[in-house]
Structure formats: structure tokens, C-alpha cells
């Protein structure tokens, strides 16, 4: 039965994949525009304008006349970054963007899983089959870098890597609002080396990011993260989701936040859960999201479905999977962007409960058999 089903699947994952790439029409690479201009000013007028937004737009329609131009409010980081393809030709370093970190979220996966054989091969494919990953490389996005950072750290922690893991998770820094708070999940979790490792490598970069851009450039970028938010960054986010605002949607946030925390400190045992702990609290308490950051939700199922083999996880999971290829969306049955929130409160909610039951497992085998009125066990 494994040797028939096993192929259909990896057939049923390559049509997903197929028709990711025939069916997407988004304007080529816009992020990836908007993150090369920013480029390109930091490079020849100095770093500390790569704020001023109409110099941006100005290098954008330089770049790429007929391209639509955006603010550029990513970290400074992403710009450097993509300063490495500035002496390229622009299309030359988009289409070498966008491979690289196609290929690096695939690579990733393909390493850091704990399936053999052909089942390695339909997994990883199944990761990148979600419509928001390969629209996110489309787009030219850094998301899939930071979806492949948290699934090399969940690699490098099971085998003890301390120091590499805490070191890929710097990557979280080209989008912080969509993994903020694994380094605090794995902290939580008593994986204290990780997470020094991070924090000096946080606190170096942002030294220089402030030494870079100078008080004007730190002043307009931070200026820009408290402004109006671009249209549509709330839809997959609890002011969306759930239609909250003000004050409860900052309760609801700080829930979150403590119930991510909590399950990542009573899940210790599995590094897997602790880092899906840590991603699903960053997505569900960031106010600032779009489909691309999906990518990150797309990395916690996939590490949920490699730690844990019962049918009572990997079955919600496969038909999640279902709800968010294009499959779903040819038959008009796909979910709208703010149930995707829904979706990651389940799975958070599925983490808590088994962090209950765990820390309930543990209590009873530390005192088996206690009565009222008489010693339990040492």
C-alpha cells in the first residue's frame, strides 16, 4: 500500500507545484524592486537615506520603469543584502534572488528533516506547494530566508549545534515581525547558548544598522514601523481575524504571547514544537503581515509534521495542506487570508493542550500512587 500511495502523493504534490507556477500573476518581483532600490540609494547617496521614500521610489522607476513603486520599510539588513546584486544587471539579480532563496528554503527542508527516502522528498515538496511560498519567491520576498533560517535552527538544536543555531536565527532580523519570538521560545525552553548566540549577533547587527544609518536614518526608519501600516498588513492578524482592536487586540496579544511561551517552556523536550511555538506567537501577535509571511506557517507545519507521526497531527495537517494549495483555489473552496489566523490559533491551541498533558504525565510519574495522609515517593 506504501509503495502505491507514497507515488500518488508526490504526483498529487508536483500537479500543486505545477499549478503554483502556471497560475500566478502577481507583478514580478516588487518587493524585490523595492528592496534593490533602497539598495542602490544606501550605495550611492549614503545609508542614511535609504528611508527618504522618495529617493526610493525615484531608483524604483530608474530600475524598472513600467514597475509599480512602494515605500521600502523593511530593516536595513535587507538592504544590505540585496546591495550584494546591485553591480548585476537588474533581471540578472531578481531571477538570482528569487532562485536562491527558493533554493535555500528547499535545501533547508530537505537537511534538517527527520523522514528518509521518497517520504523526505513528498514533505519537502508539500512545504513549498502552499500558494503563499512560491508567491512569495515571485515577489521577490525575503520571507522563504527566514522560513528556511527557523528550519535550519530546529536542525542545528536537536543535534547540539548551540552556536549555528543561534547563528541562522540572525536571519530572523531580515523580517523580525514573523519569527520575533523564537529566540524567547527557546530561552523559555532552557536553551540559554542558542539564544546568547543570537543576542549578540541581534545586538552587533543593530549596532551597526544605527552606526549606518546615523540618528536621521535610525529616527525615519522607526518613524515609518509606528506610521499607518501598508493597506492590507491586517488581514492575517488578530485585528482581522477576529475583528478586535485598541486595547483588546493588545490583551490578545499578550495571551498569545504568554501562551506561546508557557507551551514552549513545558515542551522543552522537543525542540521541534518549542521553535512552531515561537513562530505561531510571532505571526498571531505581530500587527504587520501579508500572505507572503505565510511562508513561516508553511515551515511550523512541516516541523509539526516531522516530530510528530500520529494520525491525530499529521491528519489536521494534510488537510490544512489541501486547503492551502491551488488546488483549493481552482475549485473555489481556498480559505480567505484572515481564517489562515484562525488556522494558526488552532495549532497554537493543539501545542498548549499537549504541553498540559505533558506537564500532567510528569506530575503523575513523579508521584505514583500518592493518597492523601501518606509520603509519596521521592
Known amino acids: 500500500m506504501r509503495r502505491i500511495v507514497a507515488p500518488l502523493v508526490l504526483l498529487l504534490v508536483f ?3 505545477a499549478i503554483d507556477v502556471l ?5 514580478l518581483g516588487v518587493d524585490f524592486h523595492t528592496y534593490e532600490a533602497a539598495a542602490q540609494v544606501g550605495l550611492n547617496q549614503g545609508w542614511t537615506r535609504i528611508y527618504d521614500q522618495a529617493l526610493v521610489a525615484a531608483e524604483q522607476r530608474r530600475l524598472v520603469p513600467d514597475q509599480l ?8 539588513t535587507v538592504a544590505w543584502l540585496a546591495a550584494a546584486l546591485a553591480p548585476l544587471p537588474y533581471w540578472w539579480a ?4 528569487a532562485a536562491a532563496t527558493l533554493a535555500a528554503l528547499g ?4 537537511w534538517s528533516a527527520t523522514s528518509h527516502g521518497l517520504a523526505r522528498w513528498i514533505a519537502a515538496g508539500a512545504a513549498i506547494a502552499p500558494w503563499w511560498v512560491l508567491y512569495a519567491v515571485h515577489l521577490g520576498q525575503v520571507a522563504p530566508l527566514v522560513a528556511a533560517a527557523v528550519v535550519l535552527a530546529w536542525r542545528f538544536v536537536r543535534v547540539d549545534r548551540s552556536v549555528a543555531a543561534g547563528l541562522v536565527l540572525s536571519l530572523i532580523l531580515l523580517k523580525p515581525n514573523t519569527a520575533f519570538l523564537v529566540p524567547f ?6 536553551r540559554y547558548r542558542v539564544f546568547a548566540v543570537w543576542a549578540v549577533v541581534a545586538a552587533a547587527l543593530s549596532g551597526v544598522a544605527f552606526l549606518t544609518l ?3 536614518g535610525t529616527a525615519a526608519y522607526l518613524s515609518q514601523l509606528t506610521g499607518q501600516l501598508p493597506t492590507g498588513a491586517a488581514w492575517l492578524t488578530v485585528e482581522g481575524a477576529l475583528g478586535v482592536s485598541g486595547p483588546v487586540a493588545m490583551a490578545v496579544r499578550l495571551l498569545i504571547v504568554a501562551a506561546a511561551l508557557i507551551a514552549a517552556f513545558r515542551l522543552r523536550g522537543s525542540p521541534g514544537l518549542v521553535i512552531v511555538a515561537g513562530i505561531l506567537g510571532s505571526l498571531l501577535a505581530t500587527p504587520y503581515l501579508h500572505a507572503s509571511d505565510l511562508c513561516l506557517l508553511a515551515a511550523a507545519a512541516w516541523i509539526v509534521w516531522e516530530e510528530r507521526q500520529s494520525p491525530v497531527w499529521r491528519l489536521p495537517l494534510a488537510a490544512g495542506w489541501l486547503a492551502a494549495s491551488p488546488l483549493a483555489g481552482l475549485i473555489n473552496v481556498a480559505p480567505t487570508l484572515s481564517r489562515w489566523a484562525l488556522v494558526e490559533v488552532a495549532l497554537l491551541a493543539a501545542l498548549v493542550f499537549e504541553a498540559w498533558r505533558r506537564g500532567r504525565e510528569r506530575g503523575a510519574a513523579l508521584t505514583p500512587g500518592a493518597e492523601l495522609r501518606t509520603r ?3
Open 94 to 97: 531578481y531571477y538570482i534572488w
Open 376 to 378: 509519596a515517593p521521592a
Open 69 to 76: 513603486t512602494q515605500p521600502f520599510i523593511s530593516p536595513p
Open 214 to 216: 546615523g540618528t536621521h
Open 23 to 27: 497560475i500566478s500573476s502577481v507583478p
Open 185 to 190: 521560545a527557546l530561552l523559555a525552553a532552557a
Open 15 to 17: 500537479i500543486a507545484l
Open 107 to 110: 535545501a533547508a527542508l530537505m
